[in-house]
């Protein structure tokens, strides 16, 4: 994997040649490496809370389903999700900008990394005393100790910083090259950013306004259908910030791996710009089922769901054009030649095809979910985790583990050997194998009403819950499958951090060079104060009035109770 990057210098880049300084490399590494601890403990959480569930082992007395389980989700959908995307974001934008962060951005992304990972302490040390026993959602009237959400609080203001930093670049850059589009990568990056900010000050009023004061016990009482809503507000774009930033590989750094070209430069910004729009006003197809809400509003944002899938159908489309444009580039011939000449062995790409491919029934399943009437068969059972851990634990998670295959190597200078790719592309195989086990099988044991977040029972020997128990067992082994295919890729990090041979060449950092008959975009799209207003906009058209009849509803709200 050792090419010269001379090669990597597109449009985007001036760099040939590319390392990073010492400096930035540092804090990129901070990021990345702390969000492999999360992946495994992550991992390991989940592969106790399925023995028990199947009925394999019993936890002993200090630990139970409900703690793993809290454990497992904001171990990998909050924490190593949010290190993981920071770390590449910032690895991008300094590639793709100017070649580096000064001090002042350097040092908010060091005061964002400690916020965050003084943060995740905090919370999980409050989930392994049992005091934050409350799910990913933290879903109100459960209440954790104040210090789980503080810690929670903390790692979104992190967040936030480092976002700071990486605006400071963009502008920078804008400052420099008047009149000029930023590089696809940096405009990818704000998109991001600016669907995170919106979203994520919705839940830190919910937490910092509400939560926290109400579990120290300063207010008495809160509305679980307002923090709820607050929080659905948020989560919609939360999954939407965990892929755009496998997109912007999908549309960046992979048209360069397969040796293409990035065939449109304004397409994708369009593409970003509607999941910015669309991301917020869609949460409350997470409370179909929620009394207090009335059902037009439900509905209203159903139709905005179809319409936020829209970009994701512009994304398959662009990738397959730029997968065949590199394959007939490579002397593939009709129809599906250029297939063939895609390459399979570079775990770069492969293991990002993987995770591309089950984006598809993930994608799917999503649709089936925002459906009014079919997610009542569905919501709350287990059809609705199999969606979940398709999308964001398949299609984005591989993604991720593909960036690492050539980012760690970036950054240390260590080689990404053969012996590594092909385990890489092993690692990938058992994950897909992995994830069919207990992904898919566990939408049909939701078909048939077995409920998500539950523990072991076997409902009292009831036909039904037999039936459920004998699908536990084939989820479970796949989870068994999952654990070998995490310890493999930790495994690889191992090798990529320490003990892989130094790389006597500089290691590729790869961006696309943009298709040179491809328009140059169109000025609007890199006005970004138009897009954050429609987006305002948009979200007070969805939410204003659900949001007014919570408010004015006479309900008493709710003391905070310790179901656990
Ligand atoms: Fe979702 C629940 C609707 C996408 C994550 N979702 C969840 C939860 C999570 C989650 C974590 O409407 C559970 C939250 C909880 O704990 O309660 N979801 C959707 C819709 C989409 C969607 C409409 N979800 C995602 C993504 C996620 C994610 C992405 C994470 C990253 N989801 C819902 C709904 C619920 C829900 C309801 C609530 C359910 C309930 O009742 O609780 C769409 O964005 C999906 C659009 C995607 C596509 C696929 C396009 C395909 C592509 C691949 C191209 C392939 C290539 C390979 C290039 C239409 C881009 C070529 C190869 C060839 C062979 C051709
Ligand atoms: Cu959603």
Do not use: C
Request: hydrophobic residues 50%.
């Amino acid at each position: 994997m050792t090419t010269d990057s001379t090669k990597a210098s597109g449009s985007d880049s001036t760099f040939s040649n590319f390392t990073f300084e010492e400096k930035d490399s540092n804090l990129i590494k901070a990021y990345i490496y702390f969000s492999f601890f999360a992946v495994f403990l992550g991992g390991l959480a989940g592969l106790l809370q399925l023995s028990q569930r199947a009925g394999w082992i019993t936890l002993p007395s200090w630990l139970t389903y409900y703690q793993l389980l809290t454990a497992h989700g904001v171990l990998l959908a909050l924490v190593f999700t949010t290190f993981f995307i920071v770390g590449y974001l910032f690895s991008g934008m300094v590639k793709t900008l100017d070649g580096k962060l000064t001090p002042t951005e350097r040092g908010l992304g060091w005061a964002g990394f400690y916020f965050m990972a003084i943060g995740t302490i905090l919370a999980f040390i409050m989930i392994l005393t049992n005091d934050g026993t409350v799910l990913y959602t933290f879903y109100s009237p459960m209440a954790a100790s104040p210090w789980y959400y503080i810690g929670l609080a903390l790692l979104i203001i992190g967040s936030w910083l480092a976002s700071i930093a990486m605006i400071s670049a963009y502008v920078r850059w804008r400052k420099k090259h008047k009149g000029k589009s930023s590089p696809l990568f940096a405009y990818m990056t704000i998109a991001t950013i600016i669907l995170w900010l919106h979203a994520s000050i919705m839940v830190a009023i919910e937490v910092v306004g509400l939560l926290i004061p109400w579990s120290f016990g300063i207010i008495e009482r809160v509305d679980s259908t307002l923090t709820r809503t607050m929080f659905w507000y948020f989560g919609h774009a939360l999954v939407y910030f965990w892929l755009l930033p496998a997109y912007i590989y999908w549309y960046v750094n992979i048209p360069q791996i397969v040796g293409g070209k990035i065939f449109s430069s304004s397409l994708p910004r369009l593409t970003f710009i509607l999941l910015i729009l669309f991301s917020v006003p869609v949460g409350l197809h997470h409370q179909l089922t929620d009394p207090g809400v009335e059902s037009f509003w439900k509905f209203l944002q159903v139709i905005l769901t179809m319409l936020v899938v829209v970009p994701s159908l512009i994304t398959a489309f662009s990738i397959i054009a730029t997968f065949e444009l590199a394959g007939r580039s490579r002397g593939g011939k009709g129809l599906f030649g250029w297939v063939k000449k895609l390459p399979w062995k570079d775990a770069r790409f492969f293991v990002t095809f993987m995770g591309m491919l089950m984006f598809i029934p993930g994608g799917a399943g999503g649709i089936i979910n925002s459906s009014f009437q079919l997610n009542q068969v569905v919501h709350n059972t287990w059809w609705v985790t199999g969606h979940f851990h398709l999308t964001l634990a398949t299609s984005v998670v591989l993604t991720f583990f593909a960036i690492t295959y050539w980012l760690i190597p970036v950054l240390t200078g260590r080689t990404f050997t053969k012996h590594l790719n092909k385990l890489a592309i092993v690692q990938s195989i058992l994950w897909l194998v992995g994830m069919i086990l207990m992904g898919v099988v566990m939408h049909f044991a939701g078909i048939l009403g077995s409920p998500r977040r539950t523990s072991y029972s076997d409902y009292g020997g009831h036909e039904m819950g037999l039936k459920w128990l004998s699908y536990t067992q084939v989820i479970a082994v796949g989870g068994v499958i999952l654990f070998i295919a995490i310890a493999l890729v930790v495994y690889i990090w191992i090798k990529l951090i320490f003990l892989s041979p130094k790389s006597e060449k500089t290691i590729e950092y790869p961006v696309g060079v943009v298709y040179e008959k491809a328009a140059e975009p169109p000025k609007i799209l890199e006005k970004w104060s138009v897009w954050i207003t429609v987006s305002i906009i948009l979200s007070i058209v969805a939410y204003a009035v659900p949001f007014y009849q919570i408010f004015i509803s006479d309900a008493p709200g709710s003391l905070p109770i310790r179901s656990w």
